[in-house]
Nanobody
Framework: QLQLVESGGGLVQPGGSLRLSCAAS????????IGWFRQAPGKEREGVSC????????DYADSVKGRFTISKDNNMNTVYLQMTSLKPEDTGIYYC??????????????????WGQGTQVTVSS
């Protein structure tokens, strides 16, 4: 059974850091692009970052460039999202999703048929 499980969310003060994890089971993570998305209260879900398979090429939304880093551990079948210099506007539910493709194909949700349940990130003082 294909499954993605996110963890690592929580409450953090502005300027703080969190590392999210996305553990995959039922498939080999390194065969697919993996994306991170987030949904803030009252807003549509948006793409944050993605990582492709071989070579590990990455992409970031402009709003997180320079602050977030996506990486993967093929041995652990896990993708990570290291978030630093967090801002209140980073608050939301963060989801990881498996792409249909081996590469980063943007953030159209149709291209990501498998999703995790999400993990809450709250940035507040």
């Amino acid at each position: 059974q294909l499954q993605l499980v996110e963890s690592g969310g929580g409450l953090v003060q502005p300027g703080g850091s969190l590392r999210l994890s996305c553990a995959a089971s039922g498939f080999t993570l390194n065969n697919y692009g993996i994306g991170w998305f987030r949904q803030a209260p009252g807003k549509e879900r948006e793409g944050v970052s993605c990582i492709r398979t071989q070579g590990g090429g990455t992409d970031y939304a402009d709003s997180v460039k320079g602050r977030f880093t996506i990486s993967k551990d093929n041995n652990m079948n896990t993708v990570y999202l290291q978030m630093t210099s967090l801002k209140p506007e980073d608050t939301g539910i963060y989801y990881c999703a498996r792409s249909r493709h081996s590469y980063c194909s943007g953030y159209v949700e149709y291209d990501y048929p498998t999703w995790g349940q999400g993990t809450q990130v709250t940035v507040s003082s």
